[in-house]
């Protein structure tokens, strides 16, 4: 592998200083989730000798473990909390990789509005598709009601997921810390395991208040639904801890008698790191994403240096053919890989069919791919379409959608149109995905887009035989490529749970690699048949 990266170069340094940028406003736009529900509701919460969702988080982790926090930015630009008020991410309990989810009780005493249902059930769904065991660190005051009807019907696969999991032999772990109420109750009703904390956890269906109106029956906390309670005379809880921390060694203890064993490969013991520096990411990616660049750079950059035997880090596939997609075969943190990078933007016949045929060639040998998106979409105009790009993109897209072995997606710079779709971007189901903060997401770019509104509604002025109001339509066009512009930006995408977080492109390599190895927890098995190909 060799480079032509000129760290020197002042179009280097621009790159760099523009991301850096962009990297500081993540950390603030992270730092909104982090907060939970501001310092007075923290201050308040830990008076009342509680532990906050991400002191729970640390202490139940193996020492020194990492945690890939899932969808930090959850409700970004919407009336909502940033976060969901709900913390979701992968974490290593006593050897075993387990999905982890914890409710923000700073956050609205941790209810759930929709974007936490939402984001609650894609961590269900990573934990389900990669074989995890889930942990449930419960504190919650149940639904906010004032957003019912947004919550409760979607909000009922919620208790579908845990019960489809512990059916599949995949446990399910509930410390509950607080209150638990109405649905809230099911999630240590449906779990395996469950630990409540003596004098601390509340779990009912309807609290007193609700029991008073219902039928008239007075009642308090303790034996409607106490931990105690639930201990000694309804069963519901199988451990009472003495307080949250013993709750925690409890949860370790239940994790570490599962007799966790991984179905998946083993990566190599050994491997060399990447044959150049990750730190220049940075200076690579153009701050303009209308300017190419070469993602054999960022190949390079994330995937296992050279192999000991003489091996290549990365091994292309057909590097003359095709060349706006780059493919290839490589190992990050001794898992075996297969790439498909956008190089140039545009997708042509001969990128897709590339593409198709190296999508099967992964499938044969379970190899799961990693897709790093930069594209415009699939070229158009007439001699395209009469090149045939309709049946050769859908090749490409057929291979995705039937591909059987886990994806991976990055947005490291632009993807747009139906090349999003063709490079596995959330609507096809991978395993992952996540995107650099200059990343941009749409249906075509801004000034495209508000273009073809402005040509479509200038036709139909004319075959209306009316004067076009230009004035007018600058207007328009400015206010469409501004909404477009702010729907694109990588903050609201992942707001909207269209990826699974937006990562500093320096940890690529680290996140591809708990990826892979959370991956590997479910065996890995690729197509062994397809539909028909249009040829």
Not at 164 to 188: D, E, I, K, W
């Amino acid at each position: 592998m060799t480079t032509t990266v000129d760290t020197a170069s002042p179009t280097y340094h621009e790159n760099r200083e523009a991301l850096l940028e962009k990297i500081d406003d993540l950390a603030e736009q992270h730092a909104k989730a982090l907060a939970g529900g501001g310092e007075k509701y923290v201050a308040r919460h830990h008076k009342r000798g509680k532990l906050l969702a991400r002191e729970r988080i640390e202490l139940l982790l193996d020492e020194g473990a990492p945690f890939l926090e899932l969808s930090t930015l959850a409700a970004w630009g919407t009336d909502f909390p940033v976060g969901g008020s709900l913390i979701s991410g992968i974490g290593v309990v006593e050897g075993v990789e387990c999905m982890i989810i914890a409710n923000d009780p700073t956050v609205k005493g941790g209810s759930s509005n929709p974007l936490t249902v939402k984001k609650g059930l894609r961590a269900a769904q990573i934990a389900a598709e990669n074989r995890l065991p889930t942990i449930n660190l419960v504190e919650s005051g149940g639904a906010d009601l004032p957003t019912q009807k947004d919550i409760f019907i979607p909000g009922g696969a919620t208790f579908r997921n845990i019960t489809q999991s512990s059916a599949a032999r995949v446990p399910t772990v509930a410390l509950v810390f607080g209150n638990s109420t109405a649905g809230g109750a099911y999630v240590p009703g449906m779990s395996d395991y469950v630990v409540m904390v003596k004098e601390g956890a509340k779990v009912f269906l309807g609290g007193p208040p609700l029991v008073k109106m219902a039928t008239g029956e007075e009642s308090d906390d303790e034996s409607l639904g106490g931990a105690e309670m639930h201990a000694r005379v309804s069963g519901l809880a199988d451990y009472l801890a003495v307080d949250e921390r013993d709750a925690i060694r409890l949860g370790r203890q239940i994790v570490r008698r599962l007799n966790w064993r991984k179905q998946g490969p083993t990566p190599k013991a050994s491997y060399a790191e990447p044959a150049y520096d990750p730190e220049e990411l940075l200076g690579i990616v153009p701050s303009d994403l209308k300017v190419p660049f070469d993602p054999r750079e960022v190949i390079a950059r994330i995937v296992d240096g050279p192999e000991v035997d003489g091996g290549t880090g990365f091994d292309e596939f057909k590097p003359l053919y095709g060349s706006s997609l780059v493919t290839g075969f490589a190992q990050i943190h001794g898992y075996p890989i297969g790439i498909l990078a956008n190089a140039q933007g545009v997708l042509f016949s001969e990128e897709a069919q590339k593409a198709a045929q190296f999508i099967q060639l992964a499938n044969q040998t379970d190899t799961p791919l990693l897709f790093l998106h930069n594209t415009t979409g699939y070229m158009v105009g007439a001699e395209y379409e009469q090149g045939g790009i309709i049946k050769h993109g859908a090749q490409m897209i057929n291979a995705v959608s039937n591909s059987t072995v886990p994806h991976i997606s990055v947005v490291m710079g632009a993807s747009y149109g139906a090349g999003h779709y063709g490079m596995s971007g959330r609507a096809y189901d991978p395993r992952f995905m996540f995107s650099w903060p200059n990343a941009k997401s749409a249906v075509m770019g801004p000034a495209q887009l508000a273009g073809v509104i402005s040509i479509v509604a200038r036709g139909a002025a004319e075959a209306k035989g009316m004067p076009y109001d230009e004035d007018g339509d600058k207007q328009m066009r400015a206010f469409i490529e501004k909404q477009i512009e702010e729907q694109s930006l990588a903050y609201f995408t992942s707001g909207l749970l269209y990826d699974d977080g937006v990562i500093d492109p320096r940890d690529t390599r680290t996140v591809l690699g708990i990826c892979l190895s959370a991956i590997a927890n479910a065996p890995i098995e690729g197509a062994r048949g397809y539909g028909v190909f249009r040829l």
